[in-house]
């Protein structure tokens, strides 16, 4: 075909004909509209974006040198107004709320020192008018000359970019003028954009500069640079303009810093999400917000009153990642939010909305583009975190991939390119983590790294998760509980990627391992009956005896907090018969022996039990490293008397248990003994000594968030609040017991405190009537701990317990 001389109008027309496409047919290929494209053939548009040409071939197919012609035959867009945005008011190729061209805020051309811009066609932000007032006020008073604006790709920085310049538009005379970068290709093009911008004719680089210090002058002008990621190496160009226009403010977005001195920072996060499961915590969260906000916009089905717990999910699940959740919300037309939540791995190459620009149309497009930006080295560093699920440390990073040279470096580029955000972990460690779009999207490259590296990279992150349970075993039993169960939670997902690989690759034993060392820390921190999932998964036969005898008691204790005493029974005789050949003084016999004996207290067998704990008791007392298993052998034989109504026997129990309990500093075990020793003081009828035990219990329950202790606790204060005549205070505490046993799966199952505990429900209900109770109650349901802290300190103001 021949192309020279002849317009893109043209060629358009010859091109469309060839293919045999009508201008509908072609319309629906590339996403623009019958109007647009008639206009494009007629010549009344003469200007089309790159973007729309781009589409345009996509569609048509041509052979490479007619694509090439169709490409060439565009005219420039240089401006020929002061900032000129040649755009028809309905274009679909260009983005409504995030790309503008040059110039252009919204559908109106931004002007030098014409004040006034119409939002994106979307409106303002949701959810972000904490920034915007912040970034309002920081950019207002011009104490910030730079200021960029960092974060992953689909946070929202664009938008932000855009709704800031409209508010400040009075703010400048010299003009709020937005320069779109992502379609440069390289550095030096960046200045001749500008000037461009600015209503200057092309030149070259050192020419644009000269050129735009001369234009403006000392006016004051607010510059938005958009997507400048990729072309950082421009920093320098940008820092000799504001050097020579003392009333210029730039605000740049982009996935990383331009590192140059007296830019400002600002880190983009994410939408909140929901906390709760609350009706109102839901509808509140700006990420429900937005998700909800799209989804009417296309005629979806989504809301809070339908499925509210799974939308929820859906924006946790999506990290609260504002493109994420438009593109998720788009798929509300076909698919309700439990069809939905099933289908969100798909999402990541779901094609979003006409009007954004290629790289945003899905979230690999974006995440693609971030990745472009790192050289191999840190591609595959960044594909190989895929492998941590919820964050990961430096060390863990060097464990698993200490075959990638520059570790410490290449995490620096991610971070730098927002791939990656850091945290200040349990124990004031550095934590990294991705995001979860973004790591499903690291997961996948993964994998096209190869079979042998997936493989290999998996084992290691089971390796390291299986020594740092290890690790964290000493932790549980001593004053550093709080630290290690802390340290559990953060790396919870890993521990479960951890075990599923063991177990897929038939690595029993070490699951064992891994779920014995963990078990305690698992059982307070609400993971029973995942736990014991993962032990259910191990084969009946073919272990070692050791191991047997760690996944049976682990069983057994996991069973013990959940109130199934059959269960616990049938598991700690399992671990009994395994560990038969172990001694006294072995750790494992010795958790075996504890828990067995706690197993028959709780089912009213204290006369096999109490010969076990004495025993046990002197085994101990001579191990300082089963400190902790001593001290709740006391603790445990003293609960055994108390069962039996020995209250004497019982107190002395206590009294030494208690000592032993403060001197080993453990949270778990102080409580564990101050719950019994409330409940003997109760059926003793001394109301003062109850308050002190349960109340100092609840607080280390609170402090640690020990559900399994809080379960106890929580129903002894309520107890005392009853008491006190602190009714509302007992049913909202009675309340938080029942979460407590839904969401940690504790079921308080001693006799003694739970028949005192029914005794004081059944009062409480009675004096404050069904209504108040039922209100109180689900008050209860849904507070958080800060709020069980406040009704505990005012209960202890009330009955003066010291």
């Given amino acids: 075909m021949e192309a020279a001389g002849r317009s893109f109008a043209e060629l358009l027309r010859e091109l469309r004909r060839r293919a045999a496409l009508s201008q509908e047919e072609l319309a629906q290929r590339s996403g623009l509209t019958v109007k647009a494209i008639g206009a494009l053939e007629r010549g009344e548009r003469t200007r089309p974006y790159p973007h729309t040409v781009r589409a345009l071939a996509d569609a048509l197919q041509p052979d490479p040198a007619a694509r090439a012609a169709l490409i060439a035959a565009a005219p420039s867009r240089r401006a020929t107004t002061p900032v000129e945005t040649e755009r028809p008011p309905h274009d679909p190729g260009q983005s409504a709320d995030r790309d503008q061209p040059s110039g252009a805020i919204g559908d109106r051309p931004a002007r030098t020192g014409e004040p006034g811009f119409l939002r994106p066609l979307t409106g303002p932000p949701i959810g972000r008018e904490v920034e915007l007032t912040e970034l309002t006020a920081l950019l207002g008073a011009g104490r910030n000359r730079l200021v960029t604006l960092v974060g992953p790709g689909g946070v929202g920085k664009t938008t932000l970019a ?18 779109e970068l992502a379609a440069l290709t390289a550095a030096d093009l960046v200045l001749p954009a500008i000037a461009r911008a600015f209503g200057l004719p092309e030149t070259g680089d050192p020419e644009a500069a000269t050129a735009v210090i001369a234009r403006l002058g000392d006016r004051r002008a607010l510059l938005v640079l958009d997507n400048l990621e990729h072309l950082l190496s421009a920093a320098p160009a940008i820092a000799e303009i504001l050097a020579g226009c003392p009333g210029l403010v730039v605000l740049a977005t982009s996935r990383a810093p331009l590192r140059l001195r007296g830019e400002k920072v600002v880190a983009i996060e994410p939408l909140p999400v929901p906390v709760s499961d609350d009706l109102a915590a839901i509808a509140s969260s700006a990420a429900v917000q937005v998700f909800l906000r799209r989804a009417e916009l296309v005629g979806g089905t989504a809301s809070v009153e339908i499925d509210p717990p799974v939308v929820a999910e859906i924006c946790r699940r999506l990290e609260g990642l504002p493109l994420a959740l438009e593109l998720a919300a788009a798929q509300t037309r076909m698919l309700s939010p439990s069809e939905l939540i099933a289908r969100l791995d798909r999402l990541r190459t779901s094609a979003g909305p006409r009007d954004l620009p290629d790289r945003q149309r899905s979230l690999d497009a974006t995440l693609d583009w971030s990745l472009e930006l790192l050289d ?16 990961f440390t430096l060390a863990a990073v060097e464990a698993v991939l200490g075959d990638d040279p520059d570790v410490l470096d290449g995490l620096q580029a991610l971070l730098d390119h927002a791939l990656v955000s850091r945290t200040i972990g349990p124990g004031g460690q550095s934590r990294f983590r991705l995001l979860e779009p973004i790591r499903d999207y690291a997961a996948a490259r993964l994998a096209d790294l190869g079979q042998e590296i997936v493989d290999g990279t998996r084992d290691r992150h089971a390796r390291h998760f299986t020594e740092l349970a290890d690790g964290l075993r000493p932790a549980l039993h001593d004053s550093r509980l709080v630290t290690a169960l802390d340290l559990l939670d953060a790396d919870q997902a890993n521990v479960r990627l951890a075990v599923e690989r063991m177990l897929a690759t038939r690595h029993y034993a070490e699951v064992a391992q891994l779920v014995w060392s963990l ?37 057994a204790g996991l069973s013990l907090v ?46 096999l039990a109490k010969p076990v704990l004495e025993r046990l008791i002197q085994d101990t007392v001579t191990h300082p490293d089963l400190a902790w298993h001593h001290a709740h052998a006391v603790a445990s034989l003293a609960q055994a008397d108390l069962a039996e109504g020995d209250l004497g026997s019982a107190r002395t129990g206590l009294i030494a248990a208690e000592a032993a309990a403060r001197a080993l500093g453990n949270p778990f075990t102080l409580a564990t003994v101050l719950n019994i020793r409330g409940t003997l003081e109760e059926l003793a009828g001394d109301r003062a000594a109850t308050a002190r035990a ?32 602190e009714l509302v205070v007992a049913a909202e505490l009675f309340g938080a017991v029942a979460s407590l046993s839904v969401s940690h799966e504790v079921d308080p199952r001693f006799a003694a405190s739970a028949a005192l505990a029914e005794g004081a429900l059944t009062g409480v209900r009675r004096g404050l009537g069904p209504a108040a109770y039922a209100q109180a109650w689900s008050d209860g349901r849904t507070a958080s701990l800060d709020h069980l802290g406040a009704l505990i300190d005012r209960l202890s103001a009330r009955v003066r317990p010291d």
Wanted: net charge positive; no cysteine; aromatic share 6%.
């Fill in 162 to 179: 855009i709704e800031l310049a409209a508010r400040l538009a009075e703010a400048y005379p010299g003009g709020p003028v937005v320069v």
């Fill in 376 to 391: 191999g080295e840190q591609q595959r560093l960044f594909a190989r975190i895929g492998v941590f699920g919820g964050g």
């Fill in 519 to 555: 078990w305690l820390g698992l059982a307070l921190r609400g993971h029973a009956r995942e736990a014991r999932g993962w032990l259910a998964a191990l084969p009946d036969r073919g272990l070692p005896a050791r191991s047997v005898a760690r996944a049976r008691v682990s069983g």
């Fill in 562 to 607: 959940g109130g199934n005493l059959t269960e616990m029974a049938a598991q700690a005789g399992l671990a009994r018969v395994a560990a038969v050949s172990l001694d006294a003084g072995d750790e494992l016999r010795a958790e075996i022996d504890l828990v067995s004996a706690l197993g028959a207290i709780f089912d009213g067998r204290t006369a």
């Fill in 694 to 725: 349960v109340l100092e219990a609840v607080r280390l329950g609170l402090a640690a968030r020990m559900g399994w202790t809080l379960a106890y606790s929580l129903a002894a204060a309520a107890g005392v609040a009853a008491a006190a005549g």
